[in-house]
């Protein structure tokens, strides 16, 4: 059943990523805008989680179905690594720096503001 679990919260996060990519429009400069974006709401959501878990009031299945399914299928951090490599590798490395700190540092931000707006 934990897989089931998995899976399904994987293929629904995996669809709304594939939505974010569809709406967030493609920046002139190469930013990845729809990866950043993605990131970052999956950040709130798995920080708002956390809270949870921390709080006792998330189980053990909605652990698996939301935290490691939904966030993981939404959040795309081996496609964050790969633009940032395609960047790097294009000559854009001004974007690319810009993009792998703002990154780490605004889902840093975006995991603690989950949590804390879950009550922690």
Known sequence: MNLVLVFLGGGC??????????????????????????????????????SQVLNKNLSHSYQLLLMTGFCGGFSTFSTFSAESFKLIENGQSTIAFAYMFLSIAICLGAIWMGIKIGGN
């Open 13 to 50: 996060g995996a669809i709304c990523r594939y939505f974010i990519s569809k709406i967030v429009p493609v920046s002139s400069d190469g930013f990845p805008f729809a990866t950043f974006t993605a990131n970052f709401i999956s950040c709130i959501i798995l920080g708002y989680l956390i």
